[in-house]
């Protein structure tokens, strides 16, 4: 009975507003993985915690609703043949085992430092990680653009040239997003980092799509399309973990796939229209946008813990609603910018075939 | 252009199957007492979520996808996949 007491009072009221809220970042949040293959759980996760739902039940909840939606994108990519679902399983797999080994230090720095302390840790790894994953990758799409050269297929990375080139016997694997064999022995560190990141900062695929396009040579639809494997694999395993502790509330990963299997069909029909850099763009824009967020964040966290002067809690109150208003924007401009090159995609084909049309009359 | 014409809409299967997915958000959301007990327990009662999830994105994945064919928006026809 007590057990049913204290299960039950981590789960909160829910009323109308709390509902459309969930389902509206849920679609927001779905819409730009289905483009991009991750994303949405950095809002989120923070987003049921303003609403008084403890850390671990918002972190398992969020993760009961990732692998249902990245099972329907997946699949959704597959008929456009993005997903190469070897390679997806391949890393999530060694993902998994990131996930573990992630959560134990994150445990380990709880034990020792306390909340602040893993706050922290959180917020630099994230400031860290996506100042160089994210400044690489928007620089990247930007030269694309900036070149004109947008049509061009994509070339393979020096790196990627030389992974591909390593013969390691008994290790290697064809992938048919590569069209050539690589070592396990590279793909496993790389979904191992992929899944500490996971479970460090909740969205894996920030390293997961950027080490497939530049350390494995994929192209980008389909890194980001079989990034949605590796996050059905990880969230289906880490979902289960949770659920053994009773930590889901499976009435918040329900409303939120409510709004995100809308969100994602569409983000995946936004694909077929788009040139391959858009994905780039849209996940280098909301890189180093989320850094801006967590960056603010992290002399709160490093007063809290005497490192620097106190600020007053007025004022990290102020920074913190900033901080969650910044990551608010990130989503809202990555949606807007997929729906944007959506739109001038559809009318552009529309166009096409009115002049093919016009052309044979 | 034509066969898009020619090509019939799912609107019977998205009334199904969204006549289905809001009879299980409506109980999901009407026995949320009894969801959060029962589901909250853990240990091999795990297995309740994650069906869940199963069950729900099928209903309703099958849903969204037929929603937006039915509104127009489809996959553009003849963008070739990069190899």
Known sequence: MHDIAQAASNFINLDTINIVYLFLVGFVGGLVSGFIGSGGAFVLTPAMMSMGVPGLVAVASNMCHKFPK????????AKYGQVDVKLGIVLGISAEAGVLYGAHIQE????SFGEAGSNL?????FVVILAIVGGFVLLDAWKTKKSGNTNAEEKVTKLARWVQSVNIPGTMVYFKSLNAKVSVLFTIPLGFATGMLAATIAVGGFVGVPSMIYVLGAPSLMASATELVIAFVMGLGGSFKFAM??????????????GSLFGIQLGAIGTTYVKPYMIKMVMGVIMVIVLFSRGLMVPVYMSQLGLIQEISESSAKLMKGVSFGIMIFALALGA???????WQGRREQRLAAQEAFEHVK | MSESKVRKKPIGKMLFMGVISTALYAALLMKQDFLNEVFGKGGVYAFLPIITAFVFSFIHGSF?????????IEAAKKKKEVK
């Open chain 1, 70 to 77: 990245a099972l329907i994108g997946s699949i959704k990519r």
């Open chain 1, 108 to 111: 380990g720095i709880k034990k």
């Open chain 1, 121 to 125: 840790y959180v917020s630099a790894a």
């Open chain 1, 245 to 258: 502790s009773g930590l889901v509330d499976i009435r918040l990963a329900m409303i939120i796939l409510a």
């Open chain 1, 336 to 342: 807007f910018i997929v729906l944007k090159a959506m």
């Open chain 2, 64 to 72: 969204t996808g037929d929603f937006w064919t039915v509104m127009g």
